[in-house]
């Protein structure tokens, strides 16, 4: 059954019809909600009350067509509720790494990774989330101030701030590794 | 250029290779239990328009009954007025039938303010008499609760960035971000739920100095400004809203009147 079929029975209740809506769109939110949080625990909350406030919501959305779209803005807001239900709960939180960073005598794409990894983890959340909407959902910047209710030049600052932070991580990165090489030359 | 496109491939690469591929079936599974429970956020007017063509049939003719039944319960007492001698009194009786409605049932809460004329009957209520600490999962909390001031226990936060395309008069109502409540009990429990909250800015407490701290907090829902609410601008690329639907969405807020800190 198509998405607009989907959307339109299970606006008007139909519960058998969500979940196949629902189990159709979870790997993708939980792929933003992962690249905007970094942490899987928050990723599978943040996903799962999207699912649970989008059927709750559902009728109030007009047109099926646009289910997409409100879907992501209810990720995006679930995911900011995520991060500051978290920030209450852990005054200190500290964001362990997905995987050890690579060290020494790694490729130089495995140093970008990391590089990149470090980087991105810094950056706040609205500048993740402007960067992931972008870069890796593929929205226009129209398309992303829409979905996190920002006017434009808003999103063009935070893509651009977050590339210029992005860049010099990487930049520190090769200027530590150029060291490291120079003085075990 | 090309600086920049090698940067943007980089990223995007990296991206693409760090998301899941797949959630995990947990996630899924609990928000379809949750969902299995919840119920949908519908107005008035969706409730009554939505349902099977059959269900909406048989409202039709109901209605159609009612309206026959009315019309010839008047008819009669047309008949039996110049009996009486006094046609005023029917009139009157008639005129005057719901300006003193109490909203809602609510003997467990704090007593009720001067009570609105309420725009539809008590049909919201999940449970009789409503009970605060279920407030969240009232289908129509308006209709449930009235005006009538609830008082209770809650952790506040700030609300953030809340999402409200479109533009609205008055705005603190139909788009709450003055904070949020987490029910003190809930607030360590994943999930649980939150009441964004307005506050009138006319009138209403200063609340940003009690942010991430509990408080005793009283409010209502059906604030008196909701009957002015309506769409300025409409959502881009939908049709504007009905002042029927406009309204019915603003008396669903929780308007804050008064916060307590409480000691920590």
């Keep these: ?185 | 250029m090309n600086r920049n496109n090698d940067f943007n491939h980089t990223l995007q690469a990296w991206l693409r290779d760090e998301a899941p591929s797949q959630a995990s079936d947990r996630v899924l599974n609990a928000a379809l239990e949750r969902v299995a429970t919840e119920p949908q956020r519908r107005g008035w007017l969706q409730r009554a328009a939505g349902g099977s063509t059959v269900t909406r049939l048989t409202r039709a003719a109901a209605l159609v009954a009612v309206i026959a039944i009315a019309l010839f319960v008047g008819l009669q007492l047309g008949k039996l007025a110049p009996d009486v001698g006094e046609p005023s009194q029917s009139a009157e009786a008639s005129a005057s039938p719901t300006a003193s409605l109490s909203p809602s049932p609510t003997p467990s809460l704090a007593p009720s303010t001067p009570a609105l004329p309420s725009l539809s009957p008590v049909v919201g209520c999940l449970d009789s008499p409503p009970d605060v600490k279920v407030l969240y999962d009232q289908a129509d909390r308006a209709a449930c609760f009235g005006n009538a001031p609830l008082t209770f226990d809650a952790h506040l936060a700030a609300a953030g960035v809340v999402d409200c395309p479109g533009e609205h008069d008055p705005a603190w109502i139909y788009c709450p971000a003055d904070g949020w409540l987490t029910m003190i009990g809930d607030t360590n429990k994943t999930g649980a739920p939150f009441l964004l909250f307005g506050v009138d800015p006319t009138s209403g407490p200063e609340v940003s100095n009690t942010f991430d701290g509990n408080v005793r907090v009283t409010g209502h829902y059906d604030d008196l400004a909701a009957q002015t609410c309506r769409e300025v601008l409409a959502i881009p690329g939908e049709s504007p809203r009905p002042a029927a639907e406009m309204i019915q969405i603003c008396r669903q807020t929780f308007v804050v009147t008064q916060v307590v800190p409480l000691e920590p």
């Excluded at chain 1, 059954?1 to 019809?17: H, P, T």
């Excluded at chain 1, 239900?85 to 790494?97: M, N």
């Excluded at chain 1, 470090?118 to 609205?126: A, E, N, S």
């Design chain 1, 1 to 185: 059954m198509a998405q607009r079929e989907l959307v339109e029975l299970a606006r008007s209740g139909d519960r058998d019809a969500f979940s196949a809506l629902a189990a159709s769109v979870v790997d993708r939110l939980y792929a933003v909600a992962m690249l905007i949080l970094r942490d899987h625990s928050m990723a599978d909350d943040a996903t799962e009350e999207t699912i649970v406030r989008a059927w709750r919501d559902l009728p109030s959305l007009r047109d099926p067509d646009r289910f997409d779209a409100w879907l992501r803005r209810l990720l995006v807001n679930a995911c900011h509720d995520e991060g500051r239900r978290q920030r209450q709960r852990r005054p200190e939180i500290t964001l362990l790494p997905d995987h050890e960073p690579s060290v020494g005598d790694a490729s130089v794409g495995l140093a970008e990774r990391d590089a990149l990894e470090r980087g991105f983890r810094r950056l706040t959340p609205d500048h993740r989330t402007a960067m992931v909407l972008h870069h890796y959902a593929g929205l226009s910047l129209a398309e992303v101030a829409e979905s996190i209710s920002v006017p434009l030049g808003t999103v063009k600052s935070r893509i651009h701030h977050a590339t210029q932070a992005l860049r010099a991580a990487l930049e520190a990165d090769a200027r530590t590794d150029n060291m490291t090489r120079g003085g075990r030359a």
